[in-house]
């Protein structure tokens, strides 16, 4: 709650502006390994032969209003960790928004990574995230972030509080394009839907 009065206050809310990690109210935190990312790479027989309980990322996000609210904003760091199911990057699920006009930046903290995006006609592009890196993600267009380093990738976002995420068709046809190492060289291949 907003107590108006003239006192200067402490903020309920702290964030490391390294690592991106946040302490104070408001907090949610989230995780998904190997076992939780079903059909998500494209070798879905390396992924069930990996240890189900490796960790693939993580992320924490302060949530100041409700999911849903319009004209509130969110904020949140996700942490990828190294590795490949594969010879796909580890990645983020990937997701349009729910409303699906609602847009979002992305900007790199730590490690190396690839934005990959793709608009509702499945055209799709990339940038690579780094440290300083920003990232202006257009309304109606899908993201997600790959890890290409060896070591952790750690990115910052904020976006709507009314945006939601829309996981579904991530999830019935993917995105158009994958992001593969090829003899240690991040390669971007074009998939056609099955
Ligand atoms: C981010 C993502 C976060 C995890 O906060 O939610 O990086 O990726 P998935 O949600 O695709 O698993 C964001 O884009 N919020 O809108
Ligand atoms: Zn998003």
Redesign the pocket.
């Known amino acids: 709650m907003n107590i108006i009065d003239n006192s200067i206050r402490i903020p309920q809310q702290l964030i490391n502006i390294a690592e991106g990690t946040f302490t104070g109210a408001h907090l949610i935190e989230s995780s998904?390994t190997i076992g939780q990312l079903t059909n998500m790479f494209l070798d879905e027989g390396a992924r069930e032969e990996m240890d189900q309980q490796q960790l693939v990322?993580r992320?924490q996000?302060h949530l100041p209003v409700a999911d849903g609210t319009l004209g509130g904003l969110?904020f949140?760091t996700?942490w990828i960790q190294p590795g490949t199911v594969g010879d796909e990057y580890f990645m983020?699920?990937?997701?349009f928004?729910q409303l699906a006009d609602r847009g979002?930046y992305?900007w790199g903290l730590k490690g190396s990574g690839v934005l990959i995006l793709m608009d509702e006609q499945r055209k799709g592009r990339a940038e690579y995230v780094y440290p300083g890196s920003l990232h202006y993600i257009p309304a109606y267009t899908a993201?997600?972030?790959a890890n290409i380093g060896d070591d952790e990738l750690s990115?910052g976002?904020c976006?709507p509080s009314d945006?939601g995420?829309n996981?579904d068709e991530i999830k019935k046809h993917g995105f158009s394009k994958r992001l593969f190492n090829r003899g240690g060289v991040p390669t971007l291949e074009d998939i056609q839907i099955a």
Not at 92 to 95: D, I, N, P, Q, V
Request: proline share 0%; aromatic share 26%; hydrophobic share 35%.
């Open positions: 998904k990322y992320v996000a969110f949140g996700t983020t699920h990937g997701h928004h979002e992305y993201h997600r972030v990115f976002a976006w945006a995420h996981y």
